[in-house]
């Protein structure tokens, strides 16, 4: 049976000296074990009680998520580390003194008894991070428990960026959303496993590969993406296709004039039995004017500014009934190694090399 429960909606302005207040009913609800959706540095997190089986499995059933997907667990308070994990390896230490607030998950060895079964999926681990979000470190400092949040979106569809994205997927399927404006990262965080002087990167994310090295020069720091994993993926969700549009996305990589040309060929081809979509960078978009729609994510120099874009582009194309979709692609130093992983999934890895 489906129940629809009515969705609050707390809009929280941080510039009012009372926004702290207005924290207390979502907080109180997650305590009591409901679940909550609250904005983080990276995308919205659809958080609940990780200590708790039942809100544990509500956000479960809201997101449709498949039950071997582990969920990352906030936390607001360094003390709570070892409340959770029996951690002891010296440079997850020294990457959460220096990443922490941030876009970085640490796989750890979670402690027995203290978390539901479902966050860890039945693993002997646990993924822990302290976001950068000064509503979801205050939402949970009032909640007072551990919280167990993956991305606030229907499993499968792109991350929300924004608080309408969640009323999108899940309103009349959880509790209720603070809004707290547009995120800021739009990437999920970097998720890594720390064995001895080794970092493994598991997803890559909002901490990049030259920050962890710079940050740890003595370690060896690996990249593991589905593409070169061919045993079982160490990090559950790496099997699942994400981030789709209900178009279909293709990526076009190559020298930048061979790529316009190839999608304008295409858009031109394709135009009579489709709605015809481009997701570019600002110094091309010019080129695609035949197209339905063309989303520019701003300028090829600036990653970071497209990251934070590209989940809103992709529900765009959505909303707009885009059929086809040819995207340019980045480079993959920097952020761009946790864009194009994405882009990537969401394209199903559809790629067409000139
Ligand atoms: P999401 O919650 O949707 O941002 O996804 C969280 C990601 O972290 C997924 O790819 C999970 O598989 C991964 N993850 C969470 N917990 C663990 C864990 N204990 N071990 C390995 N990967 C994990
Ligand atoms: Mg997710």
Redesign the pocket.
Known sequence: MDVMIHTKVWKIDQIKSDWHVQLAQPAALLSAGKQIAFPTETVYGLGADARSEEAVRGIFSAKGRPSD????VHIYDRSQVHELTNCTNELAERLMDQFWPGPL?L?LPVRQGVLSNQV?AG?Q???LRMPDHPIALELMRQAAVPIA???ANTSGRP?PTLASHVLDDLQGKIEGIVDGGATGVGL??T?V?VSGQHIQI??PGGVTVEQLQACCPEASVTLETELETKEAP?????KYTHYAPQGKLVIVKGESAAVSQYIVQQVTMHAAENKCGVLCFKENAHHYEQADLVLSLGSVNQLEQAASRLYEALRKFDEYGVTRIWSEASTTEGIGAAFMNRLLKAAGHNVINL
């Open positions: 997907n582990p969920l990352i998950t796989i860890t693993l681990t646990v993924g949040a993956p991305s991350s999920e965080s998720v496993e598991l997803r160490r990090s559950p969700g790496m």
